[in-house]
């Protein structure tokens, strides 16, 4: 079945930089669009990237074009969010999720981030 | 972009009750590609319809989503103990992709 893993989050300092995880299995990236969203602590949904399933193509949340991106290994089935110039609005869970043409169809359980001096 | 309005914020419901839940865009969703998740508190979201008013694999159907252009409704018909969570609406028709800022339901 379909099953994502988030990893890579933890504490950071305004500044720094990160990269997160997201382990696929039940099913190929190389077919499939994939997108990162992330919520805030009590807070809502934010998108934040997507990648076309061709890998052509990626598409980006204004608030982080230009400091996250988002790209694949798939020789290992993996989705990565690398990002940088953090802040501490950054803070949240990151979530990745699978898509079914842009609809996120399944979902990772997520990876905190925070981003404190 | 495509910004998404969600009333009321809270709806506060008994179990066996009809919920109704709207979702307001500020342009026309395209091909209505409006998405409606559920998400209970310490787990991620669960997509429940996609495209307006199709339900995802394995979803109840007490669960239905209705509308077009820039007014969309999902109505939960008999609340279950279950279904108390919060739910976001979320277009999918144009990047940015953008949620609305989600209605609880307790």
């Given at each position: 079945?379909?099953?994502?893993?988030?990893?890579?989050?933890?504490?950071?300092?305004p500044?720094?930089?990160?990269?997160?995880?997201?382990?696929?299995?039940?099913?190929?990236?190389?077919?499939?669009?994939?997108?990162?969203?992330r919520?805030t602590p009590?807070k809502?949904?934010e998108?934040?990237?997507?990648?076309?399933?061709?890998?052509?193509?990626?598409?980006?949340?204004?608030s982080v074009?230009?400091r996250?991106?988002?790209?694949?290994?798939?020789?290992?089935?993996?989705?990565?969010?690398?990002m940088?110039d953090l802040r501490p609005d950054d803070t949240a869970?990151?979530?990745?999720?699978?898509?079914?043409?842009?609809?996120?169809?399944?979902?990772?359980?997520?990876?905190?981030v925070s981003v404190s001096? | 972009?495509?910004?998404?309005?969600?009333?009321?914020?809270?709806?506060?419901?008994?179990?066996?009750?009809?919920?109704?839940?709207?979702?307001?865009?500020?342009?026309?969703?395209?091909?209505?590609?409006?998405?409606?998740?559920?998400?209970?508190?310490?787990?991620?979201?669960?997509?429940?319809?996609?495209?307006?008013?199709?339900?995802?694999?394995?979803?109840?159907?007490?669960?239905?989503?209705?509308?077009?252009?820039?007014?969309?409704?999902?109505?939960?018909?008999?609340?279950?103990?279950?279904?108390?969570?919060?739910?976001?609406?979320?277009?999918?028709?144009?990047?940015?992709?953008?949620?609305?800022?989600?209605?609880?339901?307790?």
């Amino acid at each position: 079945q379909v099953q994502l893993v988030e990893s890579g989050g933890g504490v950071v300092q305004p500044g720094g930089s990160l990269r997160l995880s997201c382990a696929a299995s039940g099913f190929s990236l190389s077919t499939n669009f994939m997108q990162w969203v992330r919520q805030t602590p009590g807070k809502g949904l934010e998108w934040l990237a997507l990648l076309q399933k061709d890998g052509s193509y990626q598409y980006y949340a204004e608030s982080v074009k230009g400091r996250f991106t988002i790209s694949r290994d798939l020789s290992k089935n993996t989705l990565h969010l690398e990002m940088n110039d953090l802040r501490p609005d950054d803070t949240a869970v990151y979530y990745c999720a699978k898509g079914t043409g842009w609809v996120a169809d399944y979902w990772g359980q997520g990876t905190l981030v925070s981003v404190s001096s | 972009d495509i910004l998404l309005t969600q009333s009321p914020d809270t709806l506060s419901l008994s179990p066996g009750e009809r919920a109704t839940l709207s979702c307001r865009a500020t342009q026309d969703v395209t091909k209505n590609y409006l998405a409606w998740y559920q998400q209970k508190p310490g787990q991620a979201p669960r997509l429940l319809i996609h495209g307006a008013s199709s339900r995802a694999t394995g979803i109840p159907d007490r669960f239905s989503g209705s509308g077009s252009g820039t007014e969309f409704i999902l109505t939960i018909s008999r609340l279950e103990p279950e279904d108390f969570a919060v739910y976001y609406c979320q277009q999918t028709a144009h990047s940015p992709l953008t949620f609305g800022g989600g209605t609880r339901v307790e």
